[in-house]
């Protein structure tokens, strides 16, 4: 098993900066791609960013693409999204994700093994 907790999330104007935080606990040797979604009220569960084990290879969602950055520290086990630019279309509950598969990409939602519990993100205009 894998225990993911986010953090960081808020409250930020619309052009402000934030940054998201998951710390991986559990059975962390066994953790590949790690990456981040979110869901808006209403709308279907989204991919944002994801990352490989060995930061070879990043992939971003369209939506994010040059405003969004992924990065993580595997002798922390955690990964980080930090956000620039935020619009107010960025509202939503932001839900870390891993893969504890090798050769699996978290931009197809099946290939994700476990969830974080969703940290708030509030972009005001």
């Known amino acids: 098993q894998v225990q993911l907790v986010e953090s960081g999330g808020g409250l930020v104007q619309a052009g402000g900066s934030l940054r998201l935080s998951c710390a991986a606990s559990?059975?962390?040797?066994?953790?590949?791609?790690m990456g981040w979604f979110r869901q808006a009220p209403g709308k279907e569960r989204e991919f944002v960013a994801g990352?490989?084990?060995?930061?070879?290879?990043?992939y971003y969602g369209d939506s994010v693409k040059g405003r969004v950055a992924i990065s993580r520290d595997n002798a922390k086990n955690t990964v980080y999204l930090q956000m620039n630019s935020l619009k107010t279309g960025d509202t939503a509950v932001y839900f870390c994700?891993?893969?504890?598969?090798?050769?699996?990409?978290?931009?197809?939602?099946?290939?994700?093994?476990?969830w974080g519990q969703g940290t708030l993100v509030t972009v005001s205009s």
């Open positions: 994700a891993v893969s504890v598969l090798p050769y699996k990409r978290l931009d197809d939602i099946s290939a994700v093994d476990y």
């Open positions: 559990g059975r962390t040797s066994r953790l590949y791609d």
């Open positions: 990352i490989s084990s060995s930061f070879i290879r990043t």
